[in-house]
């Protein structure tokens, strides 16, 4: 709880105190009474309440004796039944329960969104109390009455609270229905949603690609990034004369959108001058199918138009985050109407499930690559995890070269040319 007093006695106004009993019962029989009757029908402390605390007057025309959810008066369930809020009015029925908790978001939080509000009651546990700075702009918004979802107070997934900070707002754990998250933000220029999009080339834009086409070759692909330990991959792979697919994420995890924020625009400009492949993950690592059309359209153009603003270009190779791309959900219909092509994998370094006991990793892929009858493979590692990088990597890499292969790119490796591998933003 802040220690604001500002904050403490809000806060406190919000406390559901007895709520679980009727009001004679516990106390708040007289404080009930004593409140301001509506005045417009509005009532409560949530939503159209605004934190009025007024109480339902059941003689008021087109009142009633029940505040809903929402902060109205009426008669009917939908008023005074779940949700009902029991400290400014009548509820019945056993499925009422106390005021939502303004704090709290999400689908576990009765699809509650983030509201300036809510900033007055956040648990200590979860993050660390507001800046001078914020509490002062908190305040302001709040005399304000502002209401609804406030850019900059995001939905935390893994908590349900809501917040301003990155423990918060970074995907792709924010809750971008319940709040404003990475995600919201959208790259300069103009979208490339009604860019045309002929499917060019022989690879599949209708099956799943989990392996090459070239023989002597493993596809060497890295999601998730970029990030700080990029650079040194790039490093690495220059040592061995070896290319990438680097499938990117244009804003997730904090680390700012990839077309603004340092280092990543000259990074991505090197990994296009040494002869690598620049592929999308989406822009903020959302499951494709689990997501609406349009939400799935939105991740794939804002990331085009990230890249394009680095490199001139945007990709047609794209890997699903999760690996969650199904028919059944339209994911393959977008994906195709988009001009994508979705590249798996057939060799999985897990590298993403021990980034501190990499050693299992270099034991998978010394066994995979020990095989006989594979001509080639289709990798996965991520470059945000570090020891995959600093450790895995140059392994992998020598085993690679023990057989008398090469590392390639996943566009190399289906004998795509690299002409068929971007677009350029308003054209073919």
Known sequence: MHTSLAYIVLACAWAPTALGRPAEESGLYHLLQSRAPSPDNTCGNLFNGNNQGYTCDPTAANGGPCCSPYGYCGTTAAYCGTGCQKDFGTCSGSDSVPPMDPNKCGPNNANNKCTIVALAVRPASVTAPLQLKEQQVALAVLRSATRGVVPGYAARLLY???????????????????????????????????????????????????????????????????????????????????????????????????????????????????????????????????????????????????????????????????????????????????GYHRVYFDLDTQDYLNPTTIQKSKDIVKQILGTGGATDYLAIQHDLVEQSVTNLTSYFFDLIKAKGWKGVTAGECLNDPPANWYRTPGGP
């Open 160 to 338: 349900g609270y809501c917040g301003t900070t990155k423990e918060y707002c970074s995907d792709p754990d924010c809750q971008w229905p319940f709040g404003t998250c990475d995600s919201n933000q959208t790259p300069a220029g103009p979208t490339t949603l009604n860019d045309p999009r002929p499917l060019i080339g022989q690879v599949s834009y209708d099956n799943d690609i989990y392996d090459c086409s070239k023989t002597g070759v493993v596809a060497l692909t890295y999601d998730d990034g970029p990030y700080q330990y990029t650079a040194q991959l790039l490093d690495i792979l220059k040592s061995y004369g070896f290319k990438a697919t680097f499938f990117m994420t244009g804003n997730n995890l904090n680390k700012g959108a990839i077309d603004v924020t340092a280092p990543y625009p000259a990074m991505i400009r090197r990994m296009i001058a040494e002869g690598h492949q620049v592929a999308s993950h989406t822009w903020s690592h959302y499951s494709l199918s689990n997501i609406p059309s349009a939400v799935r359209k939105d991740q794939m153009v804002k990331n085009e138009r990230a890249i394009a603003n680095i490199i001139g270009k945007y990709p047609t190779y794209m890997r699903p985050p999760y690996s969650q791309c199904s028919r059944e959900s339209g994911c393959w219909a977008d994906m195709k109407a988009l």
